[in-house]
């Protein structure tokens, strides 16, 4: 049975004897590296210029057509997740797009940002199981909910 690691790592640990780095389950694991790949611009990586994924090539665009811009990004999504994911299969991807107000916490300024949510959807091949991840994204720039 292969060993998984919890991200962040916590390279302290590596320099202390007889310490063992986290460890996560399976799923948590693969759900760690699509956050990766999601967030993670391509070419950003010398260990492989192709992990990641093009939304921050898109990130700041003005969306015209916002079916096409959301067929770009769950594409460049899938098709990362194909290549870099190894460990799921029947991998589907599907990206919505809204608008959600906030009050910038200093200033007290109120805006609206665009906020996408990634839903993944697929089945692990070594158990079978059924994988289902989401995630919200804020545009311009890019950040987490």
């Known amino acids: 049975m292969a060993t998984y690691y919890e991200l962040p790592i916590d390279f302290l640990t590596l320099t202390?004897?007889?310490?063992?780095?986290a460890t996560c389950e399976l799923k948590k694991s693969i759900a760690?590296?699509?956050i990766?790949?999601?967030t993670?611009?391509?070419?950003?990586h010398r260990f492989d210029n192709a992990y990641g994924c093009e939304i921050w090539d898109m990130d700041f665009e003005l969306i015209l057509n916002e079916r096409i811009w959301l067929e770009k990004v769950s594409g460049s999504i899938l098709r990362s997740l194909k290549k870099h994911e190894h460990r799921l299969e029947n991998i589907a991807a599907v990206v919505n797009i809204s608008e959600e107000e906030f009050v910038h916490s200093t200033t007290g300024i109120r805006g609206i940002?665009?906020?996408?949510t990634v839903l993944i959807n697929g089945q692990v091949k070594?158990?079978?199981?059924l994988f289902r991840f989401s995630t919200n994204l804020f545009l311009s720039p890019?950040?987490?909910d």
Do not use: A
């Open 32 to 34: 760690q590296n699509i």
């Open 142 to 144: 890019i950040s987490f």
């Open 113 to 116: 940002r665009k906020k996408i």
């Open 126 to 129: 070594e158990t079978g199981e």
């Open 16 to 21: 202390k004897p007889n310490h063992d780095l």
């Open 36 to 38: 990766l790949l999601i």
């Open 40 to 44: 993670s611009k391509c070419n950003e």
